[in-house]
């Protein structure tokens, strides 16, 4: 796994991570929720996994109640829910 996602309930929390992210140099996009991970509003954060535990960090620092979970890719390129 070199990436995973975050998704949220809510896109304006999604956004607000996002940016959040970026102001600790940590490496993020906004990405429309793959329609195999089957939740959230639509929008989620994708990183780089190598940065997973300033995420939660950050995550945690954030207190976004939206935040449904963190997904991977598998290699059939469906969303899997990770247990983070």
Do not use: H, W
Request: hydrophobic share 45%.
């Amino acid at each position: 796994m070199r990436e995973f996602f975050i998704a949220f309930r809510s896109r304006s929390d999604a956004m607000r991570f996002y940016e959040e992210l970026t102001t600790y140099r940590i490496p993020a996009r906004i990405i429309n929720t793959p329609s195999s991970a089957g939740v959230g509003c639509g929008l989620s954060v994708k990183l780089l996994a190598k940065n997973l535990q300033q995420v939660k960090i950050v995550l945690e620092r954030s207190r976004l109640a939206s935040a449904i979970g963190f997904f991977y890719f598998a290699e059939n390129g469906s969303a899997r829910r990770m247990n983070a």
